[in-house]
């Protein structure tokens, strides 16, 4: 199974809105459940958003409920975050991970639980 490939990311104003990507073939065949991590600097890793084979299933932590939407694009093998009304404290290094095995459940914030990740997008918001 390939990795995974983000992109997307950038320099945005507080307030402003962002689109991120993820490429790959990893999840082609379901069961999966697709997720967003991100990492700010001295911080550990932490859930952000998950979404199960079709975009049945969507998770967001309490963080980004309300701000964040994923989706997923089957067809073009890709899954999307979109990020809008971005606050300083979103800046992070996002990362994509993929669990090819299950569909999305409350497991879906442990980090431990995904075997394939993408090399990460950078993202920064300034106030």
């Known amino acids: 199974q390939g990795q995974p490939v983000e992109s997307g990311g950038g320099s945005v104003q507080a307030g402003g809105s962002l689109k991120l990507s993820c490429v790959g073939d990893?999840?082609?065949?379901?069961?999966?459940?697709m997720s967003w991590f991100r990492q700010g600097p001295g911080k550990e890793r932490e859930a952000v958003a998950a979404?199960?084979?079709?975009?049945?299933?969507?998770f967001y932590s309490d963080s980004v409920k309300g701000r964040f939407t994923v989706s997923v694009d089957n067809a073009k093998r890709t899954v999307y975050l979109q990020m809008n009304n971005l606050k300083p404290e979103d800046t992070a290094m996002y990362y994509c991970?993929?669990?090819?095995?299950?569909?999305?459940?409350?497991?879906?914030?442990?980090?431990?639980?995904?075997?394939?990740w993408g090399q990460g997008t950078q993202v920064t918001v300034s106030s």
């Open positions: 990893t999840y082609t065949y379901s069961p999966y459940c």
């Open positions: 979404v199960s084979a079709h975009g049945a299933r969507t």
């Open positions: 991970a993929v669990n090819p095995r299950k569909w999305c459940s409350d497991w879906w914030t442990g980090v431990h639980e995904y075997a394939i």
